[in-house]
């Protein structure tokens, strides 16, 4: 693709990573059959290609409060899908970065819209405030359909029930059961805590069990994600700060072989650290020393193997997982097939749903902020999940489980916490009562 920028504009760092992205863009729109807004609309301005052109002219035009392009970047899910059919490598994703920073420099949302961010900014990445507001939209549940607009989304979207908070996502170190083989820092999170904190319980068991020493890090916490999908880069910045400062206590005193991380979403934030904190450049080196020991759970499942673990006698009779792949993970970090080969190593068939790179519509606060689009992609899912015939649902991302309850009648669980059941751990409590004592790992 033919830019324009000015040598002034190129002087801008930024400007400068946008245009070399710009440049790969050969326009053959291959993109569009794998975009999410696109298949749902039909609309160029809400494909990958369309946006790209849409960016293109703010950056070069120094456009400040771009209705149009904010309205069709919005809608984007950032769920990477384009990035993995791109034949030419453009890096879709630094691109909708720079340009959601300059918008939200330059466009002023209506105040409801500014109202809504910002509360989902103080309370998602806070355990104890989100478990509260969560206990107050249970309550309001009942009339969701009397409240206006999002509020009625936010009030549906509650859990019925919520468990209470965990030990497990206190700062502590759990040791590794028998030798030492890794030592690992597990990010907790946020908002996981709170909607399913046996996520991070089955986490620590199964690794510790693998022979991992696990360190929960004092003053590690939200990975930026959330706000810097909705622009904020301050807030992320600080959100990644906390935790590379968290994390380094740790290998201080003692080493680290990894930073685990269960919530696919969160992941890919934390391994794309040092363009996060590319403006800062003390900090943007220790984001990339960080960025780099970054592992989802299942990397590092798969690196310490799970064949020749003692057989247990609570291992899961032969069962149908329907793989759900998050987007984070497959397209964001390029993890594919792992997932899978563990669960069929753990002694479940496993079954890939039709449409299997779409999105499930949860994309951060996605399902939030375009509640209509995302509730169409939900459905759409939980019909090709429905198809497979499998028992159950595995994911690897809170934010698709969360998108997923109730979607069809299939209960949705983490990949770990099926992976834990079938090396000792307690079964997940919506399979529970189908607990058997055949099949199992390594069988």
């Not at 936010?154 to 028998?178: N, T």
């Not at 247990?312 to 993890?335: E, M």
Request: overall charge positive; hydrophobic content about 45%; charged content about 20%.
């Amino acid at each position: 693709m033919q830019t324009s920028f000015t040598p002034a504009q190129l002087a801008d760092a930024d400007i400068r990573e946008a245009d070399g992205i710009l440049r790969k863009c050969v326009h053959c729109g291959f993109c569009t059959a794998t975009c999410p807004t696109y298949v749902l609309l039909g609309d160029e301005l809400d494909s990958p290609r369309g946006r790209i052109y849409l960016i293109k002219h703010m950056l070069e035009t120094d456009a400040r409060a771009p209705a149009t392009p904010a309205r069709h970047l919005d809608r984007c899910l950032t769920c990477l899908s384009c990035m993995t059919t791109c034949p030419s490598g453009v890096n879709y994703m630094r691109l909708v970065d720079i340009a959601r920073e300059r918008m939200a420099r330059g466009l002023r949302r209506p105040a409801m819209e500014r109202m809504l961010r910002t509360l989902l900014m103080r309370l998602l990445p806070r355990p104890g405030v989100f478990r509260l507001a969560l206990l107050g939209a249970a309550l309001a549940r009942p009339f969701k359909a009397l409240l206006p607009g999002r509020l009625g989304v936010m009030a549906a979207m509650a859990p019925k029930r919520l468990a209470p908070p965990s030990a497990v996502d206190r700062p502590q170190v759990f040791p590794a059961e028998g030798a030492r083989r890794k030592r690992v820092a597990l990010m907790t999170g946020c908002a996981q805590q709170v909607l399913r904190p046996s996520i991070n319980e089955a986490t620590v068991r199964l690794l510790t069990r693998l022979g991992c020493e696990v360190v929960v890090a004092e003053g590690a916490g939200c990975c930026g994600a959330l706000a810097h999908h909705i622009g904020e880069t301050a807030a992320a910045e600080a959100a990644a700060r906390a935790n590379v400062a968290a994390w380094e206590r740790v290998m201080a005193a003692g080493g680290l072989d990894a930073i685990v991380v269960n919530a696919s979403g969160c992941g890919t934030t934390v391994k794309d650290y040092a363009f996060l904190l590319r403006h800062d450049p003390v900090w943007a080196e220790r984001g990339a020393r960080i960025a780099s020991l970054a592992r989802d759970v299942s990397e590092v499942i798969d690196d310490l193997g799970l064949r020749g673990m003692r057989p247990t006698d609570n291992r899961p009779r032969a069962r149908v997982i329907a793989y759900h792949a998050a987007c984070s993970l497959q397209h964001g970090q390029r993890v594919r097939e792992v997932p899978k080969r563990l669960l069929a190593e753990a002694g479940f068939e496993v079954r890939e749903p039709a449409e299997s790179h779409l999105c499930c519509g949860s994309a951060g606060v996605y399902n939030i902020l375009q509640a209509d689009l995302a509730l169409r992609l939900k459905e759409r899912k939980a019909q090709r999940l429905a198809a497979t015939g499998a028992d159950v649902v595995a994911t690897g991302n809170i934010g698709c489980w969360s998108q997923l309850q109730g979607a069809s009648l299939m209960p949705v669980v983490h990949t770990v916490e099926l992976l834990d059941w079938a090396t000792g751990g307690p079964p997940p409590l919506e399979i529970s009562p189908f607990a058997g004592a055949s099949g199992g790992v390594g069988s």
